[in-house]
């Protein structure tokens, strides 16, 4: 992921000094990645903007507990990813929590992936895609989110969810069973037999 | 290589997480294996479902508000709950905040409403409680029954005096 530690870190400074002007700028920095990584979740337009928001001031009011030694991008996809899971939890909308050993059914494992028809649009491939992952456990939908969506390397998704880089790599693998999984039960006309 | 070890490392070769110490015996495996192959190239079909949403649209002076609630504490409206609000009104010229300015206005109405209404009970309260309870026109029994219990004693004193023969 591009990025400008240097300039992230003064704006930080200058932002606990009390410039408006610097902490717009850094909202300005990352306002599309975060619009982007939370409308991963939520669909609706005007949730994303309170969330977004609702980010942002956290980390303003957490500004001076930003260690350095993360990137300001890990820092602040942290914030966002938990506003949005306590914002899920708080709905009740989430699916099951989910166990690190889940076990996949076997019918992903007889069953070749899909891919997406040819003549799918790329809005109705996301729009299946958002759906499947609307049913799949947080800890699964987060790594595929930043992984998929995000196309974070895993010792960031790893620096941001607190985990090892291994932890990441089997949430992945189980992620994206799980992902084929759903898609099969829900889509089962995109499943060709082994 | 083994299929288990080449399998367990499918995926984060296709997602560039391998060093080209731990990629090169990998490919070597997969030209060899064709099931192998197949593994990959299932994973590749899968990681194609993935398409990212598109970017939601970012209201203009998004970056100005939030610094601005930020730094000088001032609230920020919240969309999502303000939509869902029953019977409010949607439109696309409304402006952002229009419906709290509307919803507070209403709020302090009915205030007003209930400050008026307690303050017309209170005062019909005190004004029934302060007319007399019965058609009598004494103002006050407790003060009758004094009254009438001296003028006795008074009589009495006087009927006292007067059988002693006492000179005025």
Known sequence: MEQSAPEDDRLVA???????????????????RIFRLIRGYVRESAEVE??????FLKAYKNLEGFQRQSSFYTWIYRIAVNTVLDHIKRRGRSPVQAVEDLEVLPVTQMTRSPAPAANLERAEISSITQSVLEEIPEIF?????????????????????????????SRLFRARARFKE???QKYPEFGTEL | MECHDARSLIQS?????????????????????QPCRAGAQDEKNLKRWFVAPQTPAIPQGFAARVARAAVQGEPLPRRSRLTALPGSRVSGATPVGADREGGMLRFVLA????A??????????????????????AADDREEVQLDKVLEELDQLNRTQAA???PR
């Open chain 2, 164 to 166: 002693a023969g006492a």
């Open chain 1, 141 to 169: 939908r987060t790594v595929l989110v930043l992984r998929e969506f995000e196309e974070l390397a895993y010792q960031d998704i790893a620096d941001m969810l607190g985990i090892s880089i291994g932890t990441v790599e």
């Open chain 1, 182 to 184: 759903k898609l099969l």
């Open chain 2, 111 to 114: 205030c007003t409403a209930a």
């Open chain 1, 50 to 55: 309170d969330l977004a928001q609702e980010t």
């Open chain 2, 13 to 33: 070769y296709l997602d560039g997480e391998l060093s080209q110490a731990q990629a090169a015996p990998l490919r070597a495996h997969l030209l060899d294996c």
């Open chain 1, 14 to 32: 200058e932002s606990l000094q009390g410039s408006q002007l610097a902490f717009q700028l850094l909202v300005e920095r990352y306002q599309e």
């Open chain 2, 116 to 137: 008026a209404l307690l303050l017309f009970t209170l005062a019909l309260g005190i004004r029934t409680l302060s007319l007399p309870q019965t058609n009598q026109l």
